[in-house]
């Protein structure tokens, strides 16, 4: 199980990124898919997740509204639309597969001006 994160930066105060993830290694289409992150000296925290056909969402209350997540089965790819960015939506974002518990390398996203 391979899953590799991109599309972190640095942003301005109400701006937006869009995070993706590449899975392989496992049949994407058959398992939810996460998003979590990890602020420097904080627990990592789950921010979203989407069921395996993308029919049901789930997101963290401070994220609702201002992000999506969303996944591209025949692509292997699952994305987190963020937008409205605050400075305390700053860490590490990473892709996670539960079924096999398996994370990626992480991404940095920094909202800061």
């Known amino acids: 199980v391979q899953l590799v994160e991109s599309g972190g930066g640095l942003v301005q105060p109400g701006g937006s990124l869009r995070l993706s993830c590449a899975a392989s290694?496992?049949?994407?289409?058959?398992?939810?898919m996460s998003w979590y992150r990890q602020a420097p000296g904080k627990e990592r925290e789950l921010v979203a997740g989407?069921?395996?056909?993308?029919?049901?969402?789930n997101y963290k209350d401070s994220v609702k509204g201002r992000f999506t997540i969303s996944r591209d089965n025949a692509k292997n790819t699952v994305y987190l639309q963020m937008n409205s960015l605050k400075p305390e939506d700053t860490a590490v974002y990473y892709c996670?597969?539960?079924?096999?518990?398996?994370w990626g390398q992480g991404t940095q996203v920094t909202v800061s001006s």
């Open positions: 996670f597969v539960a079924r096999f518990s398996s």
């Open positions: 290694g496992f049949t994407f289409s058959q398992y939810v």
């Open positions: 989407i069921t395996s056909t993308g029919g049901n969402t």
